[in-house]
């Protein structure tokens, strides 16, 4: 069984820096996209940032110049760099796969359990 295991979340201040990791746990795992998503309280969780297979990438708008996905095959290990975070950027954020499709938009993700990213005024 495939797991998403999430790591790299805390306390920052605005305008400070982090960097989120989302190990697989199977080593070939056929997944066609890999995603961050994050979720604050009392909203809908939103798509952060994706990467495909294809070598896609898509970010929301609101990240966009600040955000960055990456992943390491080799280390079955997907991250997202956050520069200059905001306070709306506190949120839980989630790593999910797809294997349906390149845009993590399919109906059976799988994700992580969560990371936590607090950023502060």
């Known amino acids: 069984q495939v797991q998403l295991v999430e790591s790299g979340g805390g306390s920052v201040q605005a305008g400070g820096s982090l960097t989120l990791s989302c190990r697989v746990t199977r080593n070939n795992y056929s997944s066609r996209c890999l995603g961050w998503f994050r979720q604050a309280p009392g909203k809908g969780r939103e798509r952060v940032a994706r990467?495909?297979?294809?070598?896609?990438?898509a970010y929301a708008e609101s990240v966009k110049g600040r955000f960055t996905i990456s992943k390491d095959n080799a280390k079955n290990t997907m991250y997202l760099q956050m520069n200059s975070l905001k306070p709306e950027d506190s949120a839980m954020y989630y790593c999910?796969?797809?294997?349906?499709?390149?845009?993590?938009?399919?109906?059976?993700?799988?994700w992580g359990q969560g990371t936590r990213v607090t950023v502060s005024s």
């Open positions: 999910a796969a797809d294997v349906s499709t390149t845009s993590c938009s399919g109906p059976s993700l799988i």
């Open positions: 990467i495909g297979t294809d070598g896609s990438m």
